[in-house]
């Protein structure tokens, strides 16, 4: 299910938790679905208890995952709605940062504008004239 990287320098309870942010938001893991418990992800991973809970709750606190006690945990219904807006938080977060740097190397608002929509524009699928 999982796959870690040791000589990532991304620390492994993140690669956990954007494996797991993935496979929410693709539709791999669906609401409802039961987790392996902590000691059983940790145990197939080789990992520490400590590393996997850790991933767990910070999911858990975002809104993704949704621990029930003795039941388990699970991938709670609205969870991709969840991770949208987290992502587009963070898009936004990220994008406003680099534009707010190259605006005060000197780039103006209407380039930056345009060099967006030029990326953006590059990077959708190419339609056939059929």
Same mark, same amino acid.
């Given at each position: ?35 392996? &418990?902590? *000691?059983?992800? +940790?145990? /197939? ?8 809970? !850790? #991933?767990?709750? $910070? ?26 807006? &987290?992502? *587009?938080?963070? +898009?936004? /977060? ?8 190259? !605006? #005060?190397?000197? $780039? ?23």
């Amino acid at each position: 299910m999982l796959e870690i990287n040791t000589r990532s320098s991304v620390p492994i309870y993140e690669q956990i938790v954007a494996q797991l942010r993935e496979a929410v938001t693709s539709g791999a893991l669906e609401p409802g679905t039961s987790l392996p &418990t902590i *000691r059983q992800l +940790a145990r /197939d991973l080789g990992l520490n208890p400590a590393t996997v809970a !850790k #991933a767990y709750q $910070l999911l858990e606190k975002d809104g993704v995952l949704e621990a029930s006690g003795r039941r388990g945990t699970f991938v709670r219904g609205d969870a991709r709605p969840r991770l949208d807006e &987290t992502l *587009r938080k963070e +898009a936004g /977060d990220q994008l406003r940062d680099l534009l707010a740097r190259w !605006k #005060a190397r000197g $780039l103006e608002a209407r380039d930056l504008r345009q060099l967006c929509n030029e990326l953006l524009a590059a990077m959708e699928p190419k339609r056939s004239n059929r």
